[in-house]
């Protein structure tokens, strides 16, 4: 059974720092998307980023791009987003998802895989 665990959610002050993890166990995805979306009250989910291995293709979106950085640890099965630069407005329930064929990174329909999210607040 195919699990994502994530972790490191918190509150932070805004311009602070946090590292999210996303712990998979039950099958590995290398080679397969694997991204971080988030959602905040009222709005629909948004993919953040993704990839398919470690310094390989990956996806930003525009919201976090020269903020935001991911990457995968394979030997620990886990996808991780360094947060730098927070803002109030990123301050929402982060998920980790991942995909069980190959594919577009940023198409949604990818992911089938999902972890129960982490919250994060930022504060102003």
């Known amino acids: 059974q195919v699990q994502l665990v994530e972790s490191g959610g918190g509150l932070v002050q805004a311009g602070g720092s946090l590292r999210l993890s996303c712990a998979a166990s039950g099958r590995t995805f290398s080679g397969y998307p694997m991204g971080w979306f988030r959602q905040a009250p009222g709005k629909e989910r948004e993919l953040l980023a993704a990839?398919?291995?470690?310094?390989?293709?990956?996806y930003y979106a525009d919201s976090v791009k020269g903020r935001f950085t991911i990457s995968r640890d394979s030997a620990k099965n886990t996808l991780l987003l360094q947060m730098n630069s927070l803002k109030p407005e990123d301050t929402a329930v982060y998920y980790c998802a991942a995909a069980s064929t190959p594919g577009g990174l940023a198409d949604n329909k990818n992911y089938d895989y999902w972890g129960q999210g982490t919250q994060v607040t930022v504060s102003s």
């Open positions: 990839n398919r291995w470690s310094g390989g293709a990956t």
